[in-house]
């Protein structure tokens, strides 16, 4: 069964360093979105991206960050400049269209430190 | 704006026993509705969603949730628990005419007690 895969699993960086999360969406799949978890808390919304650009981004999603479709497959978020704050889970996610369902990755923790 | 409630931190329910986690919501125009379970440490796996058509909708591992548009409600159901169910379990929205991301509720955690 398609899935989305994402990597590495467990990421700890420094404060101040960049980030690079990856994932690679289910192959058919149009719709890429990127959400995080505090401590296994609420799920929140970060960004969207269709059509090779970003169709929606929450208030988290500010200036220090940043996504990429570099190739037909792979689907990156940046963090250039971490903070403690960032430490979360981060979920990749793809849908087949705009309104259905989207399937999630195992997910990032990233820490920093 | 769109938000979701899921009033029950958690839920705890005798295996074997119907169970039930709410979920309400608020949105500007028509929704689409969706309940994902999460394991420990795993990511969310989608359950069911309602799209339009029957109220009762089925889903994934015995689970079925029903749509009601007046109570603008979709609680999610199973009429017997099993011990493998506890889980995070969140409700999330999307409204047809905002956007295109999900709006997740805050999450309800499901014991199941053998």
């Known amino acids: 069964e398609p899935e989305v895969t994402q990597t590495p699993s467990h990421q700890v960086t420094q404060m101040g360093q960049e980030v690079i999360l990856r994932c690679v969406p289910i192959?058919?799949?149009?719709?890429f979105y990127w959400y995080r978890q505090i401590l296994g808390q609420k799920v929140e919304f970060l960004v969207s991206f269709y059509n090779n650009e970003i169709s929606e981004k929450s208030e988290i999603f500010d200036d220090q960050f940043s996504v990429e479709r570099p190739d037909g497959s792979n689907f990156t978020l940046k963090i250039r400049s971490t903070k403690l704050e960032d430490s979360a889970m981060y979920f990749c996610a793809s849908s087949e269209g705009g309104f259905t369902e989207a399937f999630f990755g195992q997910g990032t923790r990233l820490t920093v430190v | 704006a769109q938000s979701v409630a899921q009033p029950e931190d958690q839920v705890n329910v005798a295996e074997g026993n119907p169970l039930t986690v709410k979920c309400t919501y608020s949105?500007?125009?028509?929704?689409?509705l969706f309940w994902y379970v999460q394991y420990p440490n795993r990511g969310l796996q989608f359950l069911l969603k309602y799209i339009t058509g029957d109220n009762l909708v089925k889903g994934s591992y015995g689970f079925e949730a029903e749509f009601n548009k007046s109570q603008t409600s979709f609680h999610l159901k199973k009429p017997s628990a099993l011990v493998s169910d506890s889980a995070l379990y969140f409700c999330a929205v999307r409204d047809r005419n905002y956007g295109q991301n999900f709006v997740f509720g805050p999450g309800t955690r499901l014991s199941v007690l053998p």
């Open positions: 949105v500007s125009g028509n929704p689409y």
């Open positions: 192959s058919n799949h149009l719709y």
